[in-house]
């Protein structure tokens, strides 16, 4: 049996059934006089099927065995794969056509067939964590009996003890019960930034196949090194590596109005789109310069990334204490965790809760920004089905500091006695899965702003190896007002006593979300705007976040203009905030621009 057996469960509702591949598996188009009543029975059935679906993958590292001719080695280290849609499907499949409807029995085992397929996107995921915990890539997907021979399928289901696991059987044919399962083996490379994961039909027997299509290969050079990923034709270029996590800016969240998500194609091509046209030049265009946001990825082909990767971004903070009160000889009875989710960055700060004293403190970037710069997008992104990816990214960065923070301080095992989390509104829902559609509209209606006393392990529920000694920490995630009065900005009323003050009194926090606040114990007001694209360049065609490279300071002097880099470096990448600002102040100072 394989070692280490993941699991992956999801909810049928999760999934989308791609309607088109439906409709080519039951050989109906747009031009079948039968259309029209296949599309209506599709709609009534959707629902239903989405409900009944029971979607389930097990997944395993294990030797490939000895005796099988085939492709791979046998020795080498695979990773086995079985995904299901559950036994319900199958039997409403069998319900209709024993009925003699089959025109809902043709379309529900379409469509259970489909969800086969949705499924292994979220499974993917997974499967991409375990290679990387094992620094290892994929060189090479392979499917019974096109690749492999069918018995294949037996010694996925004993090393994956699918009948336990999934709740399969499987016949003397090596067939798995129910039928709308699949069974993968992935060949693993030592090179972990190869990841072949798509099925490549150009080397698949099975030629009627309603899904039938080449896979393409992408090469991408970045800053960190060569990545080689295959994907299916039509794939979008930003979610490409989004997914397979190579870093990319992509402000706007990928809908073509920042241009920062800029590639330069090297080899094959790459459609020229209407937004690659606002933001580059003919020349630039000639050279191979695309948004990756806007680009399909029709064929193989080769880009490189140009913009500096965002995973550098300097987060300033509090110079760390590095080990927190141990020079003093005494060690702390009872700590607590401050953390403050920013949009950008993240602030946590360890804290002996007697005292009232700071021991150490942990700043980093929040690494929901690949899928948007400011909350109006993340808002966008989670509606557009990224929920789950944007709770993954910051439970993950929290773990990281919480851990960090306990790491670098020797405290015992019971001091940490509670965790209080702020946040913008938007920030505190996407931690917690809320709906957060009511965000973005009119009349701007959270889901919830009320204080919360929860556990560590619910808050940080989609972070991976969550420790057990830590889940049962008490997390209170703190109150907010409104969609854009969060929790971040009514602590810093509190703990600047407005509640108490007889003097108006004002409080400005500048962040990519901006909020200022005016009033005393009798009334507040409290307002806020997107400042962030004043402090990240996100309107500037050099404007870039604060990372490496960046021009941070400005001074201009007879007219010749001195600048400093963040991380001194000889060249500059782009100007950041700072930058700006001080660039601004400059001109103004030597006269050069005027308020105008």
């Not at 299509?213 to 060569?226: F, M, Q």
């Not at 007889?502 to 005393?520: F, H, Q, R, S, V």
Request: charged letters at 25%; proline letters at 4%.
């Amino acid at each position: 049996m394989a070692a280490d057996i993941e699991i992956v469960k999801a909810k049928g509702q999760a999934l989308k059934i791609d309607r088109d591949s439906v409709f080519k598996q039951v050989k109906c188009d747009e031009e079948n006089p039968l259309y029209g009543e296949f599309l209506e029975e599709y709609e009534k059935l959707l629902p239903q099927v989405l409900s009944v679906l029971e979607p389930k993958a097990a997944l395993g590292f294990a030797p490939y065995p000895e005796g099988f001719n085939g492709a791979i080695k046998p020795g080498t280290l695979v990773l086995y794969m079985i995904v299901t849609v559950g036994k319900e499907i199958c039997d409403m499949v069998t319900r209709y056509f024993n009925s003699g409807d089959y025109v809902k029995g043709m379309l529900t085992d379409a469509m259970a067939s489909a969800a086969v397929f949705s499924f292994e996107r979220p499974v993917f995921e997974r499967l991409r964590d375990m290679c990387a915990s094992k620094h290892l890539g994929i060189k090479m997907r392979f499917e019974a009996p096109g690749h492999i021979p069918m018995e294949i399928q037996k010694t996925a289901y004993e090393e994956l003890d699918a009948g336990k696991t999934l709740g399969l059987s499987i016949s003397s044919g090596y067939m798995y019960d129910p039928v709308k399962s699949s069974c993968q083996v992935f060949e693993t490379t030592d090179n972990e930034r190869v990841l072949h994961l798509t099925h490549n039909c150009a080397n698949c027997s099975n030629t009627d196949c309603p899904y039938r299509t080449e896979s393409v290969i992408v090469s991408i050079a970045d800053e960190k090194g060569d990545y080689e990923l295959s994907a299916s034709p039509g794939s979008n270029l930003l979610e490409l590596l989004q997914e397979n996590r190579i870093p990319l800016s992509a402000i706007c969240g990928g809908s073509g109005r920042c241009g920062k998500c800029a590639v330069k194609l090297l080899e094959g091509d790459l459609k020229i789109s209407g937004s690659d046209r606002r933001f580059f030049s003919e020349e630039e265009l000639a050279g191979g310069m695309r948004l990756a946001c806007t680009a399909a990825v029709t064929g193989n082909c080769r880009i490189e990334t140009v913009q500096p990767s965002e995973d550098n971004m300097v987060s300033l903070g509090p110079e760390s204490k590095q080990g927190g009160n141990t020079d003093s000889g005494k060690r702390t009875e009872k700590t607590g965790i401050a953390i403050d989710i920013g949009t950008t960055t993240l602030a946590l700060s360890l804290t002996d809760t007697e005292s009232g004293e700071i021991l150490d403190t942990y700043t980093a970037i929040n690494h929901q920004r690949s899928l948007g710069a400011d909350v109006i997008t993340r808002i966008e992104a989670a509606g557009k089905g990224k929920a789950d990816k944007l709770r993954e990214l910051i439970c993950t960065d929290l773990l990281r500091g919480i851990q960090t923070l306990l790491e670098n301080n020797p405290i015992i095992p019971d001091a940490l006695q509670m965790i209080a989390v702020a946040g913008n509104t938007t920030m505190l829902h996407l931690l917690m899965g809320y709906p957060a559609e009511g965000l973005g509209v009119y009349p701007f209606t959270p889901f919830k702003t009320e204080l919360e006393d929860r556990k560590l392990g619910e808050v940080l529920s989609a972070a991976k190896d969550l420790p057990g000694e830590l889940k049962e920490i008490k997390t209170v995630l703190l109150p907010g007002n409104s969609a854009f009065a969060g929790a971040d900005i009514v602590s810093g009323l509190f703990s600047c006593g407005f509640h108490e003050s007889e003097k108006i009194c004002a409080l400005i926090d500048l962040g990519t979300n901006g909020e200022m606040a005016i009033g005393n114990k009798d009334r507040l007001m409290v307002t806020s705007t997107a400042a962030g694209p004043a402090f990240e360049g996100g309107n500037i065609k050099w404007g870039v976040g604060s990372v490496r490279g960046a021009i941070a300071r400005v001074h201009i002097e007879n007219g010749t203009a001195e600048i400093k880099t963040i991380g001194d470096t000889e060249k500059a990448v782009g100007i950041c905030g700072t930058g700006v600002i001080e660039a601004a102040a400059e001109l103004l100072r030597n006269k050069l621009i005027d308020e105008s």
